[in-house]
């Protein structure tokens, strides 16, 4: 039981991030019709935003070390310490969750420019032509990213307050060795909200409405005398937003690297289409599954059953499904069978 | 096929011979003529013209041909281990098993068309590269790569006394090593005969069906035609092509690794066959060899080679040159080629053929009407 639910809750925050990327993925796919291969650039960009603003915090200035009395010792002590003492550390103790503040306008500004400069010039052009411009230009940002950040992982820390592990196991009543790293259900808590957000804001706010009646038929909504192409233009940002901060609050969970975001973005499409091109419900719900079911996978007792399947697991199930119901798991009947 | 055109193809594909089989003489002017170098070209041009039968004709957009690339070096090396190190037998060998997955593979994701063909084909890869990186390292030798050992069986070479080997093992076709220029004649050789069967295959009855289905399938499911036979008949033959390249890159160098599977790397062909010229019959060889030829000129600079090779300007022009070049080449050569990737798709989606084509035309003097035909239809 207890290894159950421990798998089940190591699934979920694998599952929320390909969650969100699928989200935003379907999103661009059923407002849009572009099926975006940069997306999970997109997701890189944001872990990269934490990374960079943690640097930007920790901007240090060399101070005389006085702990030290035998010789001329020096360390290196960020400007934010040196200006606001303990409130300064705080801050730079939080700088994962902070930085969603500014993730939040660098993902909306990058999105809209995306689409803006290059995605609009090919909305009319083949699908094939499509995947392989967004290819290119996630190929351009990786590098471009390891240009300035270079090839290796750069870990983030958890602010210090949620370093340790709940003990899930003590409140549930079950055993106390079930326990939980804070941040991973943080992580979950988290995906879960921004997940409800992006529901809430398309299907409450007349925007949402507006957007939700193109994603049907974008043709009438034109022909109303609502400018849809604008619309669709600020989804796209919101869908780079929704994927740059699942690439933030995943830093500490997995050092970021260059190439984090084409590992993220490959399973995320197989998720897109386990759940059903154009269904926003399908892709939340495939993703957590998806999450799940490679977590069960990578349990000991299952590989020595089956060895490799935690490698390939997702992708089976995808050719499986694919093969079995071709429009995915929710997906309406009539869209991009 | 008329007498014409018999002759026509004849002429092509001599030239075309000729072309290839003259590369160390013509290329060295620009610092390409060395075995090394040359075999690169015509492997992945051999390989590029594969996926050209499966992209070009059917339209059919595949993620995952690296893959097949990846088994034929597996297949040609485990060759080499039990059978002896003649290249006969293990190009045979990873032909055949290249083509065993891809009807395999091929029978699966052929089910579904368009961007699912695409994801499906990509899964699949995924699924191969990480197997041979986990699970099948008995198989693959892991992230080491697999390579000859002296103390493998070699039947066939111990058959005919030349199990002991002094020095480093080498491939080789009766006695004639396949490294340096042997090597590369013997991949060139094998490029024009693939070329010609490409051609063929372009030209017969089959191919016309291909390209029928890439400009309308539907229409031809309607008029009570089965395209998926002939779609599978493709992606096999493509993936015969990729096992032969994969092949040949471990006969030109007996090591084979998993990253030869990765998805960048069939993004790579992807892109030689697109900045060639999809559909076109020179177009993907052409693509090929700017992609590794640039390849390796990009990635042998660095800060220093930049500045010297630049020195022949003032030198605040150098520095700011320098400055603004040198995120693209060395270890930063995946830029350009991204870069490289976009300008083209963006701005000349039919290649490097259709450049060509659209340069004649303005050549060309203006014939009244149906002049539009551009080399990339042809």
Redesign the interface.
């Known amino acids: 039981m207890d290894a159950i639910l421990l798998q089940v809750l190591n699934g979920l925050d694998k599952g929320g991030a390909y969650a969100l990327i699928a989200l935003g993925l379907t999103l661009i796919f059923g407002t849009l019709g572009i099926v975006n291969f940069a997306h999970g650039a997109l997701f890189m960009i944001g872990a990269f935003c934490a990374v960079s603003f943690n640097k930007l915090l920790t901007f240090s200035i060399k101070v005389k070390d006085e702990s030290i009395t035998f010789f001329d010792a020096y360390k290196e002590v960020p400007y934010l310490e040196v200006w606001w003492g303990d409130t300064g550390k705080a801050i730079i103790d939080y700088s994962v969750p902070l930085s969603i503040l500014i993730a939040i306008p660098v993902m909306l500004l990058v999105g809209i420019i995306m689409e803006r400069g290059l995605i609009r010039h090919f909305y009319k052009r083949t699908h094939a032509d499509q995947i392989l411009v967004t290819f290119g230009l996630a190929i351009v940002l990786q590098e471009i990213i390891k240009h300035f950040f270079g090839a290796n992982p750069i870990p983030q820390s958890a602010p210090e307050i949620v370093a340790g592990s709940a003990a899930i196991g003590t409140w549930l009543g079950l055993s106390d060795n079930l326990v939980y790293p804070w941040w991973r259900l943080i992580y979950l808590g988290f995906s879960l909200s921004v997940i409800a957000a992006v529901f809430a804001f398309l299907q409450l706010t007349t925007f949402g409405m507006v957007v939700r009646a193109g994603m049907h038929d974008r043709e009438t909504v034109g022909l109303l005398g609502i400018n849809i192409e604008r619309r669709f233009t600020i989804v796209f940002g919101l869908a780079a937003v929704v994927s740059g901060l699942a690439g933030v609050m995943y830093t500490p969970i997995l050092p970021p690297d260059y190439h984090i975001g084409m590992e993220f973005l490959v399973l995320s499409f197989v998720v897109v289409v386990v759940g059903g091109m154009g269904s926003l419900g399908g892709a939340v719900s495939a993703g957590f599954l998806l999450g799940i079911l490679q977590s069960f996978a990578s349990m000991n007792e299952i590989k020595s059953l089956i060895p490799g399947i935690d490698q390939i697991i997702i992708y089976l199930v995808a050719v499986v499904i694919l093969l079995v119901r071709p429009r995915g798991l929710m997906g309406r009947k009539g869209v991009m069978e | 096929m008329s007498k014409k055109d018999l002759s026509v193809e004849y002429s092509t594909i001599l030239i075309f011979a000729l072309a290839i089989l003259t590369m160390p003489i013509w290329l060295s002017p620009i610092g390409a003529g060395y075995p090394d170098l040359l075999q690169k070209f015509v492997i992945y041009g051999i390989f590029a013209v594969g996926f050209n039968i499966l992209f070009g004709l059917t ?1 059919y ?1 595949s ?1 995952g041909h690296a893959a097949f690339l990846g088994i034929g070096s597996y297949a040609t090396v485990w060759s080499f281990k039990l059978l002896g190190m003649n290249v006969i037998p293990a190009v045979i060998f990873s032909i055949i098993l290249a083509g065993s997955f891809a009807a395999l593979i091929g029978y ?1 994701t052929l ?2 068309s ?3 063909f ?3 084909t ?3 890869a ?2 191969c590269y ?2 041979a ?4 390292t008995p198989i693959t030798n892991g992230e080491t790569g697999l390579r000859v050992l002296k103390t493998d069986p070699r039947i066939f070479d111990h058959l005919f006394g030349r199990g002991q080997v002094d020095g480093p093992l080498l491939t080789d076709l009766f006695g004639i090593h396949m490294t340096g220029y042997p090597g590369f004649y013997f991949c060139a050789i094998l490029l024009i005969i693939t070329y010609y069967i490409a051609m063929r295959i372009k030209r017969s009855p089959f191919g016309m069906m291909l390209k029928a289905i890439k400009s309308n399938q539907t229409r031809m499911n309607y008029t009570g035609f089965n395209t998926r036979p002939y779609l599978q008949t493709a992606f096999i033959i493509s993936g015969m092509y990729a096992g032969l390249a994969g092949s040949l890159l471990a006969i030109t160098d007996p090591l084979a690794g998993a990253e030869r599977m990765q ?2 790397a069939s ?1 790579e062909v ?1 892109l030689m066959t ?1 900045l060639g010229g999809v559909g076109t019959s020179l177009g993907p060889v052409l693509g090929a060899g700017l992609i590794k030829y640039f390849e390796n000129i990009f990635s042998s600079y660095n800060d220093n080679t930049l500045h010297a090779a630049l020195s022949f300007m003032p030198d605040w022009l150098n520095d700011v040159l320098t400055i603004i070049i040198s ?1 693209f080449v060395g270890s ?1 050569w ?2 350009t ?6 300008i083209i ?2 701005f000349l ?1 039919g290649g490097i053929m259709e450049g060509m084509g659209r340069i004649i035309q303005i050549f060309k003097p203006n014939k009244p009407g149906g002049s539009t035909k551009t080399a990339s239809q042809g």
Do not use: K
């Open positions: 339209g957009l993620f699966i089910r579904r368009g961007i699912y695409s994801i499906l990509l899964a699949f995924q699924m990480n197997l990186y986990s699970v099948l998805w960048t993004g992807v697109i995120p930063g995946h830029l080629l991204g870069a490289l990737f976009m798709i963006i989606p």
